[in-house]
């Protein structure tokens, strides 16, 4: 090809992309924002490496409500507890959809309740919540489970001798134990090879979509299906969890009684045979292996991942840790472990759980959001069908609902009279329509397993507590503690 021709390409190229880009921008008077190149967007006032951080920077100079392009895709960012608690909770409806992830979306298709948007989300979110309370989220018999299963974990804990060991296996596998009880009616032994895949697969994905790989993955889909690298494994991990799932739901097909229904799976087969004469159900297969699988990688990784935080912070401010021991020797003592009702009589605990969950903010950028049809937003025009990205990062870092931000304090959460206090600003669950489904179970864990394994042992650092570094190792879809040891001395 001579130089006129390759020039001629070039030239077209940047016409076509110039219109697609243009052709996005759509109606409506959109926030401003730095201006997009073709298929790049803004990705040079973008390091992938850091994508959180870039967002947050560009809140500087465009204020709480701006309009980014990542690549081609144009999106809206809100930043700052009041923007993101008008959108998401006073305009709830307006900014219920779900918006473009493609690390998640080019998998379930929409099928799953996390990624689904419209009737079918409703229906499936219903659903969910209905059956999950029926089997005891937030009641007393989840409480029991989540209480045996901190026993087990308590004899885990005791075999490391004191010795020096990562965290990370051990809570995960009991952490994961409580959703697998809901969903699947039973937990597993922790030496169970279906147990050790789920634990496997959910830990290696979350660390891909945590990385620049899994955002760059986000922005240039098509492009990287092509590229060789880790982001790979995402989808080769689905299948072989989407598999498991399945031979488990053929379990069931076997076993099932509908009237006597054992777990979330018998409920939602059951549901599908009602509905298998309606053309416009949600309720077949596919639905079912999805939403089982948002349900198990929510209710394992978030989880878990928020006692690593917890364990990092209590190491680095023992003082933290001898108060809440205090607390609990003084409400509970040694002789019974603590319940939920116990948590009123312990503000200091409670306190402390909260912070943790703000600082170590596990998922900063939140799951996007998409606004369902045409909407006003503080004097701009957002057309439907725009993504949304709310940085819940700014909303916990931010100093008009906090007074020192940046660190680590319980007394965000104490009033004077050192009795709990609610912050409004407090949303590690998101908040509006698209709340997680799974957050009283979540909030219940956090306490139970905190509680237990601090009645029992005392967590010391390998070095000096002043050495230990809080910052995350990846900040993408979540905020992945650095890899650490410790040593459980028992008390």
């Known amino acids: 090809m001579d130089s006129v021709s390759t020039a001629i390409l070039f030239l077209l190229l940047a016409l076509v992309c110039l219109l697609v880009t243009n052709g996005s921008r759509g109606k409506g008077r959109l926030p401003p924002g730095p201006r997009p190149l073709p298929f790049l967007g803004n990705l040079l006032q973008l390091r992938s490496q850091d994508m959180l951080s870039s967002l947050t920077k560009l809140t500087k100079e ?38 473009d992830y493609p690390v998640f979306f080019n998998f379930t298709r929409g ?55 990562d965290p990370t296996f051990v809570l995960s596998r009991s952490v994961s134990n409580i959703i697998c009880s809901v969903l699947f009616g039973s937990r597993f032994d922790y030496d169970d090879e279906r147990l050790l895949t789920i634990i496997r697969l959910i830990n290696d994905n979350f660390q891909i979509m945590s990385s620049p790989w899994g955002e760059l993955y986000n922005i240039f889909p098509g ?14 991990n689905y299948g072989n969890m989407k598999a498991l799932i399945a031979r488990i739901v053929r379990d069931h097909q076997a076993s099932i009684d509908p009237n006597s229904p054992r777990d979330f799976i018998d409920c939602f087969l059951t549901k599908i045979a009602q ?84 600082f170590a903010d596990v998922i900063p950028m939140n799951l996007p959001h998409r606004v369902i ?76 397993y905190l509680t237990t394994i601090l009645q029992r042992f005392t967590l010391q650092p390998l070095g000096a507590p002043e050495d230990i570094d809080l910052t995350p190792l990846s900040s993408g879809l979540g905020n992945l503690p650095r890899p650490f040891q410790l040593c459980m001395r028992e008390r």
């Open 373 to 448: 049809r045409d909407t006003n937003f503080r004097g701009f025009l957002i057309p439907k069908g725009t993504d949304i990205i709310t940085l819940l990062n700014t909303v916990h870092y931010d100093p008009s609902q906090f007074v020192k931000p940046q660190e680590f304090n319980p007394e965000h959460f104490l009033d004077d009279k050192q009795s709990f206090k609610k912050s409004p600003a407090f949303m590690p669950f998101s908040a509006g329509r698209r709340l997680c489904v799974g957050e009283s179970l979540a909030r219940m864990e956090l306490f139970l």
């Open 111 to 165: 099928n799953g309740i996390a990624f689904s948007n419209g009737e079918r989300w409703k229906a499936l979110r219903r659903f969910s919540v209905q059956i999950l309370r029926n089997f005891g989220m937030g009641k007393r018999s989840i409480e029991e489970r989540i209480l045996e299963e901190g026993g087990f974990l308590v004899e885990e804990l005791r075999k490391t001798d004191g010795k020096p060991f």
């Open 223 to 236: 492009l990287l299906d092509w590229v060789p690298g880790p982001h790979r494994r995402l989808f080769k």
């Open 275 to 358: 509905e298998k004469q309606d053309p416009l159900s949600h309720f077949y297969l596919d639905t079912l292996l999805m939403t089982t699988h948002n349900l198990l990688f929510g209710g394992t990784e978030t989880v878990g991942t928020t006692l690593r935080h917890a364990f990092l912070v209590l190491m680095k401010y023992p003082q933290v840790q001898v108060r809440v021991q205090e607390e609990i020797d003084r409400v509970v003592g040694r002789a019974r472990r603590a319940t939920v009702e116990d948590r009123v009589a312990m503000p200091y605990t409670d306190a402390v759980i909260h912070e943790v969950q703000r």
């Open 62 to 99: 465009y204020g709480s409500v701006y309009t980014v392009h990542l690549g081609p895709r144009r999106v809206v960012v809100l930043s700052g507890y009041q923007a993101v608690k008008e959108a998401l909770v006073d305009q709830g409806e307006e900014f219920s959809g779900r918006g």
